[in-house]
Nanobody
Framework: QVQLVESGGGLVQAGGSLRLSCAASGRTFSSYCMGWFRQAPGKEREFVGAITWNGGNTYYADSVKGRFTISRDNAKNTVYLQMNSLKPEDAAVYYC?????????????????WGQGTQVTVSS
């Protein structure tokens, strides 16, 4: 069982940066692949990025590639999403997700565990 709690959301101007954090409970965090998804009002939830259990591989949606970076600190049971050069279209509720399989936290995946989400608002 994994419980996920996101933090770090807020209001930022276009072009600015935010770093989201996702703290996980449990002693097996290092065995889970982690993903970030987002959902804007009136839109379907979409994949943002994912990272393998050891941080060795990362994957990104084309819309955020080059601007967002996923990282993890297994000693702190935390995964991060550094978001730079934010655009108004990045505004959404951002969700952290976990699963033992990278495919399930990647695009079109169905992760086993979800956080409650954190709001990101980008003003133009």
């Amino acid at each position: 069982q994994v419980q996920l709690v996101e933090s770090g959301g807020g209001l930022v101007q276009a072009g600015g940066s935010l770093r989201l954090s996702c703290a996980a409970s449990g002693r097996t965090f290092s065995s889970y692949c982690m993903g970030w998804f987002r959902q804007a009002p009136g839109k379907e939830r979409e994949f943002v990025g994912a990272i393998t259990w050891n941080g060795g591989n990362t994957y990104y949606a084309d819309s955020v590639k080059g601007r967002f970076t996923i990282s993890r600190d297994n000693a702190k049971n935390t995964v991060y999403l550094q978001m730079n050069s934010l655009k108004p279209e990045d505004a959404a509720v951002y969700y952290c997700a976990a699963d033992r399989y990278i495919e399930r936290v990647s695009s079109r995946g169905n992760p086993g565990y979800w956080g409650q989400g954190t709001q990101v608002t980008v003003s133009s």
